[in-house]
């Protein structure tokens, strides 16, 4: 546990948490919305510094990047929480997850850079900071992108994109590549997952100038799969630059949204082309 960045002390031991849009106001003994950031006895802390629950060796293609180093290895790690309520969420054992309710292992960031230096003969390039959100646990991410920049290796988010414009400018400077889920062009959408699509776009925009950056849309049926809504977003995303490569995935029944049937593969194909009329770089993915 470490003392949290980006928070305002209040009267009465209470905090306001400035990390991500939600700025959640949270009482001695409390915690966020993501279940990390806990107050106690009227400071902050990241609760979750350190406690991976999944670390893995992965091919970059798998987080997905294909326009970043592909046919490279990235080691994966991940903790516990999030920021968003997603019904659909692929990893909510660990996202929706608590401290209380998860097996973690204490890494320092030390030992994660030691162990990632230790994969460069099986094809590792960096880190990545995936399967749960990784902002969340912002000052780990931090200190281990520092550390792990020192000897040249690459750090990698996997991330909903949703923090603030002050820390994600901290961050940056040490970030070499994000895939950002854009999970939908409507307000709406983004509401009833406890987020907000102004916020999104504007860390997509922010990123893109700053680190290589891909973006992922999950394909819902009857949510976020009409051909104006995918045109409308790959419009807007070219409007940024044309080349920011696009993945359009199907989705399968998972967690609280199992009443849907896996997205017909057909409508991947046909949305990954209305999305081409507009960026150069489109890919089906889980197909």
Request: charge should be neutral; proline fraction near 6%.
């Amino acid at each position: 546990m470490k003392e949290a960045m980006f928070y305002e002390k209040k009267d009465d031991r209470k905090v306001r948490c400035t990390l991500c849009p939600h700025r959640c106001y949270i009482p001695d003994g409390g915690k966020g919305l993501c279940h990390v950031r806990a107050n106690i006895k009227g400071k902050l802390y990241a609760e979750s510094y350190g406690e991976l629950t999944s670390v893995s060796l992965d091919p970059v293609e798998k987080k997905p990047f294909y326009r970043y180093f592909p046919g490279k290895m990235i080691l994966s790690v991940g903790s516990y929480g999030c920021n968003f309520r997603c019904s659909f969420c692929q990893n909510y054992a660990i996202s929706q997850a608590d401290k209380t309710s998860v097996a973690t292992v204490y890494t320092k960031p030390e030992e994660l850079v030691a162990q990632a230096l230790d994969l460069i003969p099986s094809g590792n390039i960096g880190i990545a900071y995936t399967y749960n959100e990784p902002l969340i646990g912002f000052e780990y991410v931090l200190d281990c992108a520092k550390l792990a920049r020192l000897k040249d290796l690459k750090n990698v988010l996997v991330t909903n994109g949703f923090i603030n414009e002050a820390p994600l400018a901290r961050l940056l400077p040490y970030i070499d590549a994000m895939n950002i889920d854009l999970k939908s062009f409507s307000p709406y959408f983004y509401k009833r997952v406890g987020g907000e699509l102004e916020a999104v776009k504007r860390t997509i925009a922010t990123a893109a100038g700053s680190c290589h950056v891909e973006v992922t849309t999950l394909i819902i049926p009857g949510e976020n799969d009409s051909t104006d809504e995918i045109d409308e977003l790959s419009a807007w995303l070219a409007s940024i630059d044309r080349e920011l490569p696009l993945h359009i995935t199907r989705f399968f029944p998972r967690y609280r949204m199992m009443d849907k049937q896996p997205t017909p593969v057909d409508a991947v194909y046909e949305l990954a082309e209305i999305a081409r009329k507009n960026l150069k770089y489109v890919f089906e993915g889980n197909v």
